[in-house]
């Protein structure tokens, strides 16, 4: 009281009342919540079990204190998120424990700001969640718990700015706990500022010897900031301290993978798999450990797995980087969605504005042809793309983008990655004496599936056909509704002569060879 009145001489009679209320009375309960608190900043599996203890022994002396059971929610949230108790088990116990607080006290801060963590991490309602978080900050603007819950539902969504600034005020409010340390450190790695993330990391880990969670955070940090090796040491280091833990063995999977240590990624994964057949497993674990040695299937199974059990790692699934290689696949925006992130509506947005983008792919040969007959390859791909420019609801890849896809092994939907398309247009020439044939399709890659498929045959003389019949079909598929302008522009050829057709193809199969001896 007496600090207070001397830095702020003027409170208001709202503030007045909030410094004078006590939690309780009694001293031994006081005590207790204490230690409980002082277990509960280690941040381990042991130190939680103890810090619980400490919180019941609170309620004990005092059944009207409500911070005791705020931290008793606290427990069964980190239980969970370690991956000791099964979700389904730990969040209906810590919803129970947060409405006996606020039934206590309806004005407390720390109890909003749990069932805030709780509402974001468990129901995965975002809306709700921010909304609790607000009325945490009204309550007690200087609870770091509460900035830091802010600055989860911020990372998830992939707004950095807003999640580093909230986690920084919540680590200025608790300079000197290493848990808090951490959780900065997470929020870097979440943001991709891996070496400030490594940095905290070192400061937790510096402050408790044998800290797991430090170790973990530090070697998942390295795995990306180029420092493989000290990731590998330090994950296999968290392994040793954290018995039965299967969150470090997770990453450490993906420091052998990056490492191109896959025998020994496997046979971690064979630890994990073997563990969860004694103990509690999260799912989403699995998926990980899957995901790190390119069992990508059955990554995507767990993270099925994970989203029924309504796993809290699963908010971060649209933000981890180990994540990214995953996000090309159909499976990964499925599965997003379901979490009702928000994030998911802008990434769906992203790729409504794609869906009517389309890369035209060079031709590939079948057998041999004539040195002169090269040009069809690139040639006939240079002139659909032309033609489906001119429809205004298309977005076509330039020649100039798709070329240097000719003859390539990639995989399509690496090849759509790349160049931010919906759709592929692909197929392959044959050539039979003076026939042409072209096996086409139209790949919606998004959804993994063929629009259609189709194999024409016309005379060399007439590839003026065979480039009407292809465009028409693509343009009836990705838009069925033009206006008769439209229709027009797209249906006006430049020429009806198929010698001057051929001349021009072949022109412009030497001008994207771009060389002197080409374009003479």
């Known amino acids: ?118 509402t974001l991490l468990y129901d995965w309602n975002w809306k709700e969640a921010e909304q609790l978080i607000k009325r945490s900050l009204e309550l007690n603007p200087n609870y770091g718990f509460a900035h830091e819950c802010y600055s989860n539902f911020f990372s998830t969504q992939g707004i950095t700015d807003k999640a580093v600034s909230e986690i920084k005020r919540a680590e200025e409010l608790d300079p000197l706990s290493p848990r808090a340390k951490l959780m900065t450190s997470w929020t870097f790695y979440v943001t991709r500022r891996f070496s400030e993330a490594i940095v905290k990391a070192k400061e937790a880990n510096n402050m408790q010897e044998n ?53 020994e990624a496997r046979k971690v994964l064979g630890e994990i798999i073997n563990l969860s057949k004694e103990k509690h497993v999260k799912p989403y ?45 159909p499976r990964y925006l499925q599965i997003l969605r379901q979490t009702k992130n928000p994030i998911a509506a802008r990434q769906i947005e992203k790729i409504s504005d794609a869906s009517k983008s389309i890369a035209v792919l060079p031709f590939q040969f079948i057998g041999e042809i004539e040195t002169g007959e090269a040009y ?27 070329i240097r896809f000719n003859n390539s092994e990639k995989d399509l939907i690496e090849i759509a990655e790349e160049l931010g398309v919906q759709y592929i247009l692909n197929g392959h020439l044959k050539k039979f004496r003076n026939r042409l044939r072209i096996t086409v399709q139209l790949l919606d890659i998004s959804k993994n599936s063929t629009v259609w498929a189709e194999t024409i045959d016309e005379t060399l003389d007439d590839v003026l056909q065979l480039e009407d019949s292809v465009c028409y079909k693509v343009l009836r598929s990705l838009t069925p509704h033009l206006t008769g302008e439209e229709l027009n522009k797209f249906e006006k050829r430049g020429t009806s002569n198929p010698k001057a057709y051929e001349a021009y193809l072949r022109g412009r199969y030497y001008w994207h060879k771009i060389g002197r001896a080409s374009c003479r």
């Open 376 to 402: 069809l390859s690139i040639g006939l791909a240079d002139a659909m793309i032309t033609r489906l420019s001119r429809i205004k609801g298309l977005t076509v890849r330039p020649t100039t983008s798709i």
């Open 285 to 329: 674990f699995l998926g990980m450990a899957y995901a790190a040695v390119g069992e990508i299937d059955l990554a995507f199974e767990w993270f099925e797995k994970s989203l029924e059990a309504h796993d809290e790692w699963m908010i971060w699934f649209g933000v981890d980087t180990k994540l990214d290689k995953l996000r090309k696949d």
């Open 211 to 263: 800290f797991a969670q430090a170790l973990l955070h530090l070697g998942n940090a390295q795995i990306h900031n180029g420092e493989v090796k000290e990731a590998i040491k330090n994950l296999r280091h968290a392994t040793e301290v954290w018995i039965g833990g299967a969150m470090p063995k997770f990453m450490l999977c993906f420091a052998l993978a990056a490492d191109n240590n896959h025998e």
């Open 1 to 118: 009281d007496r600090v207070v009145k001397a830095l702020l001489p003027k409170l208001t009679g709202e503030e007045q009342r909030r410094l004078e209320k006590r939690g309780t009375n009694n001293v031994e309960a006081y005590q207790s919540y204490l230690r409980g608190r002082y277990f509960a900043n280690q941040f381990s599996d042991e130190s939680l079990l103890k810090s619980v203890e400490c919180y019941q022994e609170a309620i004990l002396f005092d059944p009207n204190y409500a911070l005791p059971h705020v931290g008793i929610a606290d427990f069964y949230v980190w239980s969970a998120v370690f991956g000791a108790i099964p979700c389904h088990e730990a969040y209906p116990k810590a919803k129970s424990e947060i409405e006996r607080a606020l039934k206590i006290d309806d004005s407390s801060g720390e109890a909003f700001a749990i069932k805030a963590f709780i």
